[in-house]
């Protein structure tokens, strides 16, 4: 089975703080994915990496930066928190390619007061 | 532009109906993808199915079945003879072979199905 796993399910931070959301895939994927998901908003991609040090802005980039520096491991930046980041998180992981199927954490619920 | 439309934000149904959930996709490219994941209250997105566009068969798998039409641009899933454990947000995406794997999803179906 493949895994991928998000070091936090749950997760309350300060303003301004600086948060680091982490993902670990056990499968040799190429790719890899960070969404946020919002009530109504459905999945919107932040960022993407498509290899170790690779890596491309989604639809939402803005206040976000991420880090790949193994292969299986992709983090997430929020570099100064804000409210507006209050979010469930999700990462995913892929095969480039034909089988094109993303497999999902289990997702990371951010609250910043 | 890849758009994925999912107009029916909650569904209800009372146990052992058949419930349907639609999906209508926009896409230039003549090659994509589309898949259905489902997300229980745990949160994980659980992949169900993914369709290339060249096989507009429609798949059967257990209780859950998914009609792939090209001519209305559309990808519904229908849950036959629903249980409880059916009761999750459901969400379907668009991926085109020219965006690099990167998928479009719905804003979801949420369906609790009611004992």
């Known amino acids: 089975d493949v895994k991928v796993t998000q070091s936090s399910r749950y997760l309350v931070k300060r303003t301004g703080e600086k948060v680091f959301l982490e993902c670990v895939q056990d499968m040799d994927h190429e790719n890899m994915f960070w969404y946020r998901q919002d009530p109504g908003l459905g999945l919107r991609l932040i960022y993407f990496?498509?290899?170790?040090?690779?890596?491309e802005k989604g639809d939402i980039p803005e206040g976000y930066s991420v880090s790949r520096e193994k292969k299986e491991r992709f983090s997430l930046i929020l570099e100064s928190a804000s409210t507006n980041q209050t979010s469930m998180y999700l990462c995913?992981?892929?095969?480039?390619?034909?089988?094109?199927?993303?497999?999902f954490g289990a997702g990371t619920r951010l609250s910043v007061l | 532009a890849q758009k994925v439309t999912q107009a029916q934000t909650e569904i209800s149904v009372v146990e052992k109906e058949d419930v349907t959930l639609d999906c209508v996709y926009e896409?230039?490219?003549?090659?994509?993808?589309l898949f259905w994941y489902k997300q229980p209250p745990s949160g994980e997105l659980v992949f169900l199915i993914r369709r290339n566009s060249f096989d507009e068969q429609n798949e059967i798998s257990g209780r859950y079945s998914w009609n792939f039409q090209k001519s209305t641009s559309s990808f519904n899933f229908t849950i036959t003879a629903s249980q409880v454990v059916d009761s999750a947000v459901y969400f379907c995406?668009?991926?085109?072979?020219?965006?690099?794997?990167?998928?479009?999803f719905g804003t979801g179906t949420s369906l609790t199905v009611i004992p």
């Open positions: 995913a992981s892929g095969f480039v390619g034909s089988e094109n199927i993303q497999y």
């Open positions: 995406a668009l991926s085109g072979a020219n965006t690099g794997n990167q998928f479009y």
């Open positions: 896409t230039r490219d003549t090659t994509y993808y």
């Open positions: 990496s498509y290899d170790v040090k690779m890596k």
